[in-house]
């Protein structure tokens, strides 16, 4: 796939790729031959450019996804070591999340978060000491997660390489997992998407992307489907996590709640952690 800068070629509703130097062409080209993206002229201006609405860079160890046009905000990756992570990592909101999945019941927690994402709540879970298998569908954020978790596993930083030791990434739709992968869970984690949760600035340009991506490749409505098909599998405990005033999955009431200021985590108790 050559690099190109005929914006005529590329759909409205769709995305292209770029490098962000030009040491970083080669990484693009084969990038986007997986993605079946057309790649963008190294250099080209996103600001005035709008045959697409998002442009996924590739930049030495990262990939961002990037909106177009003027007054677009800033680009979204997978930064483990971002100091929002860091300050996540050491708040209430990893006590909570914690608690809900059963931290300390059982060492290692092995937990399958099968919506995956940019990965952070599995980050938060894994730096508690949980074993942790992430599970994502939609190819462009599963490219995301995997070069942030090589940066992460690359880094100097003991502590961030550490922590994604416990990160193992599964590059499909968990509800294809075979028994056998699925044996040994201890917990099934749910955090499907939500734009009414987004408050700040941050969360709702993170929210309008995935919903970009979702439209491309998944029905964003099987949430329901999706707690069905987990409380059907041998794990101790499903957990879901949902805006505090949200109604319950395909109607159906946990066993108890974790209350935050924002969200709720919904636990669905099969058994006791031993």
């Not at 046009?69 to 483990?80: D, K």
């Not at 996540?88 to 999945?101: D, P």
């Not at 995935?210 to 489907?225: H, V």
Request: charged share 20%.
């Amino acid at each position: 796939m050559s690099i190109t800068s005929d914006a005529s070629s590329l759909s409205q509703e769709g995305l292209a790729l770029q490098a962000a130097t030009t040491a970083d062409e080669v990484c693009a080209v084969q990038l986007a031959q997986r993605l079946s993206l057309p790649v963008l002229t190294t250099g080209m201006d996103l600001v005035h450019f709008t045959s697409a609405k998002a442009v996924l860079v590739v930049s030495g160890q990262a990939l961002y996804l990037q909106q177009t046009g003027r007054g677009a905000p800033g680009p979204v990756g997978v930064n483990f070591g971002s100091a929002g992570m860091r300050h996540r990592s050491r708040s209430g909101t990893s006590e909570l999340l914690g608690k809900a999945v059963g931290h300390g019941k059982k060492i290692p927690l092995r937990v399958l978060d099968a919506t995956a994402g940019l990965g952070r709540d599995a980050f938060i879970l894994a730096d508690l000491g949980c074993e942790v298998v992430m599970c994502e569908r939609e190819p462009v954020i599963l490219q995301m997660l995997h070069y942030g978790l090589q940066s992460a596993a690359s880094s100097s930083d003991i502590w961030l390489s550490g922590v994604v030791q416990h990160m193992r990434l599964c590059s499909q739709d968990a509800r294809y997992l075979s028994a056998k992968e699925i044996q040994g869970m201890d917990v099934i984690y749910l955090d499907p998407m939500f734009p009414q949760r987004a408050k700040s600035a941050a969360v709702k340009k993170e929210m309008a992307l995935f919903q970009m991506l979702l439209e491309r490749s998944a029905d964003p409505q099987d949430a329901d489907a999706l707690l069905v098909w987990a409380l059907q599998q041998n794990t101790a405990r499903v957990v879901v996590k949902r805006p505090s005033k949200a109604p319950n999955l395909a109607t159906l009431k946990p066993s108890h709640c974790i209350e935050g200021k924002s969200v709720r985590y919904d636990v669905y108790v099969h058994r006791k952690l031993l």
